[in-house]
């Protein structure tokens, strides 16, 4: 199949939602949106304005790493918010649900959350998160949410991750639209965000789908590996380590596998 055409205008007419989407920079190729994003902030974009890449030269993933996915099949986004300071913790809590929600109302297929910031089918990653933010004192200069969600991958085609990741296409046997993925996933963002906002407790039904709670962990933080037992999860999305010496250790970000 080729690859479904988006632009901005196409984009655009599509969305229903208020603030996230109200202005969108569509992009062929960009080194990765997050880089885009960053140089839309200088330039003083509105909040809500998201940023879609065909193609990243230069993704990046969490801890550094590369975030690798071949041109025109998936979705790559960026989406610029000026959050207050309390509410930046949130924010990936806030993406991981409603991509699990859209996924999930877009091709009834099954998700999961595994804390921090991935969505999983099947217990392989379909979509990542990745939150950039500059803070001055208590003053977020901006909250950038960068999000990828494997639709159309042949996940075969890259050996790297052909084990641990999944895509929607490979999920239902059958291709997706990418127009339609997104305007799901930039609605249910708008909900979870104003939620958030409002105070609701967005949180259970994330936690609802977390697969990390209830298990005995390993978490690297950097060069600190804390193994303990995944007791549970606080309302910004903090992982609550019971340790071997029975405290409890509070981790905001970090890499879980399961202990053996
Ligand atoms: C992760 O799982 O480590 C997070 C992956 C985030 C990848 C997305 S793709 C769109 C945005 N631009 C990037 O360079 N990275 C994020």
């Known amino acids: 199949m080729s690859a479904e055409q988006l632009s901005t205008e196409i984009i655009r007419e599509a969305l229903n939602t208020k603030l996230v989407g109200r202005n969108v920079m569509y992009y062929p190729t960009v080194s990765s949106t997050m880089d885009a994003a960053k140089m839309a902030v200088l330039d003083g974009v509105i909040e809500g304005t998201v940023i879609v890449a065909d193609h990243q030269t230069a993704g990046r993933g969490r801890l550094g790493r590369e975030w690798l996915s071949p041109p025109g099949g998936n979705l790559m986004l960026s989406i610029i918010l000026y959050p207050r300071l309390e509410h930046l913790a949130r924010l990936t809590l806030v ?3 409603a991509i699990a929600r859209s996924i999930e109302e877009v091709t009834l297929l099954e998700t999961s959350i595994k804390w ?5 089918i099947n217990g392989k990653k379909i979509s ?4 950039e933010s500059d803070v001055n004192g208590d003053k ?5 949410i960068g999000i990828a969600v494997n639709v159309n991958l042949d996940v075969k085609s890259i050996p790297e991750i052909a084990d641990i990741a999944t895509s929607l296409r490979d999920e239902l046997g059958m291709p997706v639209s990418r127009l339609q993925m997104l305007t799901a996933l930039l609605g249910e963002f708008e909900k979870v965000y104003k939620d958030m906002c409002k105070g609701e407790p967005i949180e259970l039904d994330w936690k609802r789908r977390l697969t990390t709670l209830g298990k ?3 978490v690297r933080c950097g060069d600190v590996v804390h193994k303990g037992f995944a007791e549970d999860v606080d309302k910004d999305g903090n992982l609550l380590l019971r340790l071997p010496n029975k405290k409890l250790e509070v981790i905001s970000a970090g890499d879980v596998t399961l202990k053996v």
């Open 216 to 218: 005995k962990v390993s």
């Open 140 to 144: 977020v200069n901006y909250a950038s």
């Open 95 to 97: 993406s991981c649900l």
């Open 128 to 131: 990542g998160v990745l939150v």
């Open 116 to 120: 921090p910031n991935d969505v999983l």
